[in-house]
């Protein structure tokens, strides 16, 4: 079924929020840098750092040159 979220809208909403909310939490108390680094999950979310990509199947996919996120975690 595709569109279960809106026949239940509160309970997506709450299900939702408890899924996000502890990396809402880091990102505040670590800022990114050190809540990328903390947090393996955070890190490989990321997909554009300063205007470069570091997400490798985005940039195979958007033909771009790829960079490591280490590359910013230092």
């Known amino acids: 079924v595709a569109n279960m979220p809106g ?11 408890n899924a996000t909310l502890p990396y809402t939490i ?4 670590k ?14 979310g990321l997909n554009v750092v300063k205007g470069k990509i570091c997400y490798k199947a985005v940039s195979e996919a958007f033909d771009l040159p790829y960079t490591n996120v280490d590359t910013f975690l230092d």
């Open 7 to 17: 026949a239940v809208p509160y309970t997506s909403t709450i299900a939702l929020n």
């Open 26 to 29: 880091q990102l505040a108390n």
């Open 31 to 44: 800022g990114w840098k050190q809540a990328c680094k903390d947090n393996k999950e955070l890190k490989l």
